[in-house]
């Protein structure tokens, strides 16, 4: 039986009067693909942030290993997501003055280790990904699938234990998107990471463990 | 804080880069020059009384003499008494006080500007002993003259001639070229101070206007130390009256009119605008750059940058930029203060302090000392303004990182 790493227990968000996320309990055991699905505004990007606290949450408890992470302060949340996460975005937010493995490098920045280190991880990762050729290239010169695989590639490079992936093929073309949902499933299979993906087109849900369905800020199914 | 991104940062956003670190830089620059320029003016009105090595003249105001003959003194610079300059030699800060008695001798072929010297004092008109062209210098003990070289050309007057002053003969020993040495003080003949000392004793229209005995003198020399001068300066007129002339350096300032010798207050008011203009062009700037980057700093923080890592990012860049920015406004200066130091400032003498009776040709004139503004930029003052550079920057940086350290990823991060 796999071990639960993730999990939010009656978690709620409410911008003033607007309940965006209504008492929702979900878990993420460890190697699980979740996705998480559901009309454009039900709530799905927020449950994101909440669940890898770039959110706080207005009621409930967010739990990472048992641990409850809910009450730690801004700083710790920022520790916790640099050893524990990683994260990819629909907009692939790639650092515009920064070249390609200087942009997977990023989380490493502010750690002390020697800038050749930083290097050498950052391009062991850009060739996983197929992009050794683009590494000293900034984000302008490419394509958006390439820029997609360098946000993968920094989102690995703290070896994280779960991705938080949020629209990651909404901004690409259906072939370019293929390649980015085999690349999430190569890594899931064979590294085992944890990945919960947040996606609109119900065509990528399916090769997800499980799949979790929101509307208007509850899991319907 | 990461180097390597601080320096991505600047040098792809050069723009941005360029225009925080000139408008910063013209601030810096300004500062630099117009505390240069105020220093330079003030350095500038200091050179006529440092020409005769003081830096306090004193002269008491006095009668008119009821009859402009035999031998007078000038209503501007009558009687100081011996006791009154022992007490100014004992004023704190006071390290030097010179005498000189100036007389003005009318015989009926002609009239003589006469001045009284110490010849082994440094600080007074002694400092003529460098502007001998002919002759020598007064010796001690001896009854004798120099004729200053302008006048005894116009008069044919040459060294070994002598000069009868109240039935008195005065070989003349020397010619001094008065005008190379200084503005102040110029006479047509120079006699040692006891010899003048006693022609002034010995006179009736002397002493009915103004008593003196000979060992007082109607000039004085005084040199102080800087600090102390306004404070003297003020003694020196509540001893003497509101009607002496007691030149300073910011007395001669003064006159200059110019908006950069009048006060420090204007150049301190004017430096504090420049700064204030530029810190806030490059706060401005710098608010720019970083709401433009409110997503970057989303991507840091929700990959683990920490509030401090981002400020201490933030702080560097605006380190960086303004102490480069510092450094190019120094540069600026020094080469706007080395194009300034080509100009000429001309001080006006007060009349007071002009021997020539203003009755007689070219004593109205207003007599002037030109010479070139030495402007130049102190090296305090540009270590000073570059650490106000760097300072300006971490307060901008620290400031600004402060306020967007509190960007929530969530909001910024958010796909439309």
């Not at chain 1, 606290?53 to 409850?68: D, I, S």
């Not at chain 1, 991880?121 to 695989?149: C, D, F």
């Amino acid at each position: 039986m796999s071990k639960t790493i993730l999990s939010g227990d009656d978690l709620s968000k409410k911008y003033g009067d607007l309940e965006v996320v209504k008492h929702v309990s979900v878990s993420v055991d460890e190697g699980e693909f979740i996705c998480l699905v559901g009309k454009s505004g039900c709530g799905k990007t927020t449950l994101l942030s909440l669940l890898s606290g770039l959110e706080r949450a207005t009621t409930g408890q967010v739990r990472y290993n048992g641990k409850n992470i809910t009450t730690s302060s801004e700083d710790e949340l920022a520790l916790f997501r640099r050893e524990n996460l990683g994260f990819i975005f629909q907009s692939f937010h790639l650092i515009p003055t920064l070249t390609a493995w200087e942009n997977v490098a990023l989380p490493l920045f502010p750690i002390k280790m020697s800038s050749d280190e930083r290097r050498e991880r950052a391009i062991e990762l850009l060739e996983k990904m197929e992009l050794e050729h683009r590494m000293e290239h900034l984000p302008s010169a490419l394509s958006g699938g390439e820029k997609q695989r360098v946000a993968i590639a920094r989102a690995l490079i703290n070896h994280p234990k779960i991705l938080f992936a949020d629209e990651p093929t909404g901004n690409l073309d259906s072939a370019t998107g293929e390649a980015i949902m085999d690349i999430l499933n190569k890594l899931h299979q064979e590294q085992g990471v944890a990945i919960l993906m947040v996606t609109h087109e119900a065509e990528l849900a399916k090769t997800a463990d499980r799949l979790i369905r929101m509307h208007d800020g509850e899991i319907v199914s | 804080m990461n180097f390597h991104y601080l320096i991505s940062e600047l040098y792809y956003q050069r723009r941005r880069t360029v225009t925080a670190v000139a408008g910063l830089s013209i601030g810096i620059a300004l500062l630099i020059i117009l505390n240069s320029l105020s220093l330079a003016y003030r350095q500038a009105a200091h050179a006529p009384l440092q020409e005769i090595g003081a830096d306090i003249t004193v002269q008491r105001s006095g009668d008119v003499p009821k009859e402009l003959s035999g031998i007078v003194f000038p209503c501007s610079a009558v009687t100081i008494k011996a006791a009154e300059i022992k007490k100014i030699e004992g004023l704190k800060g006071v390290r030097g006080v010179g005498r000189a008695v100036l007389l003005w001798v009318f015989q009926p072929q002609r009239a003589w500007i006469v001045l009284g010297i110490e010849r082994h004092n440094n600080v007074g008109p002694s400092i003529l002993r460098n502007a001998v062209v002919a002759g020598r210098f007064l010796k001690d003990g001896q009854p004798e003259a120099l004729a200053e070289a302008a006048y005894a050309r116009q008069f044919g007057i040459k060294v070994g001639d002598k000069i009868s002053l109240a039935g008195k003969k005065y070989p003349v020993v020397g010619l001094v070229d008065a005008s190379r040495a200084t503005k102040i003080a110029v006479a047509n003949l120079y006699l040692p101070l006891g010899e003048a000392q006693r022609l002034a004793a010995a006179s009736a229209p002397i002493q009915t206007v103004s008593p003196f005995t000979a060992e007082d003198a109607n000039l004085l020399f005084i040199k102080a130390d800087e600090e102390k001068i306004p404070e003297i300066a003020a003694t020196l007129k509540s001893m003497f009256g509101e009607k002496a002339t007691i030149a300073t350096p910011d007395s001669l300032l003064k006159l200059l009119g110019s908006l950069f010798a009048l006060s420090d207050k204007f150049t301190l008011a004017a430096s504090l605008i420049a700064i204030l203009v530029a810190v806030l062009i490059a706060f401005k700037t710098m608010a720019g750059n970083i709401a433009e980057r409110s997503q970057e700093i989303g991507v840091m923080k929700a990959v683990g940058w920490t509030n401090r890592n981002v400020v201490m990012q933030l702080v560097g860049e605006s380190v960086i930029q303004c102490f480069v920015a510092g450094v190019l406004g120094v540069a600026l200066g020094i080469i706007a203060a080395f194009g300034l130091s080509f100009m000429k400032v001309s001080i006006p003498i007060p009349w007071e302090m002009c021997p020539t009776p203003h009755f007689l040709p070219g004593g109205g004139d207003q007599i002037f000392k030109t010479l070139q503004l030495p402007v130049h930029v102190p090296l305090a003052l540009a270590v000073f303004a570059i650490i106000l550079s760097v300072v300006i920057g971490g307060l901008t940086g620290g400031l600004l990182g402060r306020n967007v350290s509190r960007i929530k990823p969530s909001e910024v991060l958010r796909h439309e």
